[in-house]
């Protein structure tokens, strides 16, 4: 790893190679700054987000993210965000999306969002043009097309194949519990059993599967006046209950930005996730002066003492730049770009290893 430290506006230059770990104790990026969850497709959202803040027109932190997670939602980045992926129980793919000013600690998000392609910016119109936070269903999409936006089927022929094989396959892996038929073996229409012992879905995976289809942007970016914003984009889990709603809209969960502090955004087991609101918590690590790398691990290592087999991303940034990661249950990349820096940079993080006597230690 090269750095360079050049004193520049008060801060100082960071230029890793990729595929690189930043120590806790990383020099200062120059603003204005880009983080979000992943690499590969989703470098395009960062990119996008970060050129945008280079523009003199109209440059700010949440019109960023919100050019950030609409890329990635335009790009079908991964087919876990945007239209045409992660189909439900009935084949149908509906949105999820939350944005959040870290200035006046605003948010609007809406979930469960039907047959209309824009989520991340139907979440910016809930900010910006009601006093609520969340809007969700057929309620949200009537609200997005009183603002201008337009109705269209969110299916495409591959998520409909994808579901015509799951159906084909006997619904496997599904998300119920305490049902007959025997959800492990068949289809429903499935009818609700009391549970012979204490309710619970064990500790393993949610879904039961594999979870790799439901990944998720999250976006954290920081202008050049310092100015912060965050926010979520993702179809979310495929094959899931309709209806369900996971941690992307959450505040506090899918990603949680407070300005004064930092950012983070998450990515992974939403069920679950969202139990701990693991932003939220990650940004108070900050608040109570954790480096952004510490921060991250703390929250991740929270929750594998619930659930050891979870899979989870955490990206946490400081209101200066400093940035970490921490995952469990798969290995993590994210995606930031910072300064003058002339192409974005990918950081590879391996899953956090927790001790059998740390899980044990409720």
């Known amino acids: 790893m090269i750095i360079i430290l050049l004193p520049v506006l008060g801060f100082m230059l960071l230029w890793p190679g990729a595929n690189c770990q930043p120590p806790a104790s990383s020099p200062l990026p120059l603003l204005p700054f880009v ?39 335009r790009n079908q980045c991964d087919g876990t965000v945007g239209f045409g992926g992660s189909p439900d129980e009935d084949c149908e793919t509906t949105l999820d999306a939350m944005i959040m000013d870290g200035t006046s600690m605003k948010s609007g998000a809406v979930a469960g969002l ?87 879905e064990g ?30 984009s993702t179809n979310g889990a495929s094959h899931k209950v309709p209806g369900r709603v996971g941690d992307g809209p959450i505040v506090g969960s899918g990603s949680y930005v407070d300005g004064e502090v930092g950012g983070c955004g998450a990515t992974g087991d939403g069920d ?18 954790m480096a952004p790398q510490e921060a991250a691990e703390d929250v991740v290592r929270r929750m594998l003492r619930k659930y050891p087999t979870m899979q989870s991303g955490i990206v946490v940034v400081d209101s200066k730049g400093r940035h970490g990661g921490a995952a469990s249950g798969w290995t993590f990349t994210y995606a930031f770009r910072g300064g003058d820096m002339d192409a974005t940079e990918v950081v590879t993080v391996p899953p956090v290893a927790v001790a059998e006597a740390e899980i044990l230690d409720l």
């Not at 994808?162 to 959800?183: I, K, S, T």
């Not at 006046?225 to 979520?232: D, I, K, L, R, Y």
């Not at 996730?273 to 002066?289: D, H, I, S």
């Open 272 to 289: 679950v996730m969202m139990r701990f609101l693991p932003c939220y918590q990650a940004v108070e690590n900050l608040r109570r002066g």
């Open 114 to 200: 039907r047959r209309i392609r824009d989520a991340v910016s139907v979440a910016r119109h809930v900010l910006q043009h009601t006093r609520h936070s969340l809007l969700v269903g057929d309620q949200a999409t009537s609200f997005a097309v009183e603002n201008g936006f337009v109705e269209e089927d969110l299916s495409t022929a591959q998520s409909k194949a994808m579901c015509d094989e799951w159906r084909a396959g006997g619904c496997q892996a599904n998300y119920r519990l305490n049902v007959l038929p025997d959800p492990s073996l068949s289809c429903g229409p499935y009818t609700p059993v009391r549970p012979s012992g204490l309710l619970s």
């Open 203 to 232: 500790t393993g995976r949610v879904g039961g599967g594999s979870q790799s289809s439901h990944d998720t942007i999250s976006m954290v970016a920081i202008d050049i006046s310092g100015a912060m914003a965050a926010g979520t």
């Open 35 to 73: 983080i979000n969850t992943w690499a590969g497709p989703f470098t395009a959202a960062t990119d996008a987000a970060y050129l945008s803040l280079l523009s003199k027109a109209d440059s700010s932190a949440i019109n960023a993210v919100e050019l950030g997670c609409a890329t990635c939602e």
